[in-house]
Nanobody, 123 residues
Framework: VQLQASGGGLVQAGDSLRLSCAAS????????MGWFRQAPGKEREFVAS????????RYADSVKGRFTISRDDAKDTVYLQMNSLQPEDTAVYYC?????????????????WGQGTLVTVSS
């Protein structure tokens, strides 16, 4: 499975961005998709995850109510809509995937990772 993340950029506080992650190499079905982020000098942290068909979603407390994860299984693509962005959201955002029906939140649970896309939020 190959994952290609895109959509990052430089925005101002309060702005919105939508990240995309396209999967290729095998069927998307049955795979949980997750978004993680890593700020400079910090460990990679969970942001959101979603199971096949969008049946279940989970969010980190820090983004709940501002970010929305979704997926289009027909396009093998997962999205992260980020609203009300704040400087503390600045990080490299990674998409990840593994075969599971659970909304996994740990980096070690995921088998496949994209290359990351940088989101910078200025104050």
């Amino acid at each position: 499975v190959q994952l290609q993340a895109s959509g990052g950029g430089l925005v101002q506080a309060g702005d919105s961005l939508r990240l995309s992650c396209a999967a290729s190499g095998r069927t998307f079905s049955g795979y949980v998709m997750g978004w993680f982020r890593q700020a400079p000098g910090k460990e990679r942290e969970f942001v959101a995850s979603i199971t096949t068909g969008g049946r279940s979603e989970r969010y980190a407390d820090s983004v709940k109510g501002r970010f929305t994860i979704s997926r289009d299984d027909a396009k093998d693509t997962v999205y992260l809509q980020m609203n009300s962005l704040q400087p503390e959201d600045t990080a490299v955002y990674y998409c990840a995937s593994t075969f599971s029906s659970f909304t996994l939140t740990k980096t070690y649970d995921y088998s496949y990772w994209g290359q990351g896309t940088l989101v910078t939020v200025s104050s």
